[in-house]
T-cell receptor
Framework: ETGVTQTPRHLVMGMTNKKSLKCEQHLGHNAMYWYKQSAKKPLELMFVYSLEERVENNSVPSRFSPECPNSSHLFLHLHTLQPEDSALYLC???????????FGPGTRLTVL | AQKITQTQPGMFVQEKEAVTLDCTYDTSDPSYGLFWYKQPSSGEMIFLIYQGSYDQQNATEGRYSLNFQKARKSANLVISASQLGDSAMYFCAMREGIGSGGGADGLTFGKGTHLIIQP
């Protein structure tokens, strides 16, 4: 399998649940990203990991917790979410050359 | 202030016609990169084309070309000979500080243009 993969593709959860989104890239990239795409809003950068260390956190609420155990895997742990957190969550990865950033298919999250 | 502005929320175009999708950007950084992505209804973001701020020539990738006008801070996407499969959302995005050694940076996106190709 090649490219950037995300699981699950769809997730419905209650506000008290704990769930995790997974992203995996097989492109040999050293940077990975989480973006959020809400209806009628531009994509918003949430987290950036470079060489497995977090380098940017765009003031994301603590109910979203990222984890990057190695350069190929990225997780987004979800806890006590709100209905307004319902969105498409996109993972991306990029190489050191900076001129490419490839996205996965996304996880469509619904919080009830 | 918005860093990426896409002024066309939606466009209808006849099949086989050329399409120009507008994008203007705002940055004071001399080093930056501009990206265009296509997002079909399935949700996946598909990379189309990239233009660096120091690139002398406009980028081209198959039927896609980027009309880069640096002084006007404009980076319009041109799709030649449009096809029904081109119907999708199109996003313009920017990364600032490219090549400055600052490490990985995320992209700033515009609100997108919904392109519909009609037969």
């Amino acid at each position: 399998e090649t490219g950037v993969t995300q699981t699950p593709r769809h997730l419905v959860m209650g506000m008290t649940n704990k769930k995790s989104l997974k992203c995996e890239q097989h492109l040999g990239h050293n940077a990975m990203y989480w973006y959020k795409q809400s209806a009628k809003k531009p994509l918003e950068l949430m987290f950036v990991y470079s060489l497995e260390e977090r380098v940017e956190n765009n003031s994301v609420p603590s109910r979203f917790s990222p984890e990057c155990p190695n350069s190929s895997h990225l997780f987004l742990h979800l806890h006590t979410l709100q209905p307004e957190d319902s969105a498409l969550y996109l993972c991306a990865s990029g190489p050191a050359s900076y001129n490419e950033q490839f996205f996965g298919p996304g996880t469509r999250l619904t919080v009830l | 202030a918005q860093k990426i502005t896409q002024t066309q929320p939606g466009m209808f175009v006849q099949e086989k016609e050329a399409v120009t999708l507008d994008c203007t950007y705002d940055t004071s950084d001399p080093s930056y990169g501009l990206f265009w992505y296509k997002q079909p209804s399935s949700g996946e973001m598909i990379f189309l084309i990239y233009q660096g701020s120091y690139d002398q020539q406009n980028a081209t990738e198959g039927r896609y070309s980027l009309n880069f006008q640096k002084a006007r801070k404009s980076a319009n996407l041109v799709i030649s000979a449009s096809q029904l499969g081109d119907s999708a959302m199109y996003f313009c995005a920017m990364r600032e500080g490219i090549g400055s050694g600052g490490g990985a940076d995320g992209l700033t996106f515009g609100k997108g243009t919904h392109l519909i190709i009609q037969p």
